[in-house]
């Protein structure tokens, strides 16, 4: 175990072949939960990637920042990394926190 990371567990925002309407609830059950992890751990940085699961996480983060004052030096710093396969267009999930990010890879 390394004593610089720790890795939490969050729930999937949807899962694979889950319906759309169902998927409703189950994000934002892990909108709730990640916004309660990153109310305690207060982490400095978030770094995300490619499927939905990291959207919650990532608006949890932008919702924390808003809270506090929309500084990002009193919350931490989101960088989102798109997959490399997108050469033409943004991914569902890219396009959805694109505006919000710090930095968009």
Known sequence: QCKYAVVHRLPRAREVHQSYLSSVFTTLHSFLRTLILLWKVRPELVLANGPGTCVP??????????????????????????????VKTLSLSGRLVYPIVDQFV
Do not use: N, W
């Open 57 to 86: 996480v990532i608006y949890s983060a932008f919702l924390l920042r808003v809270l506090m004052g929309g500084s990002p030096s009193r919350c931490c710093k989101v960088i989102f990394v798109e997959s490399l396969c997108r």
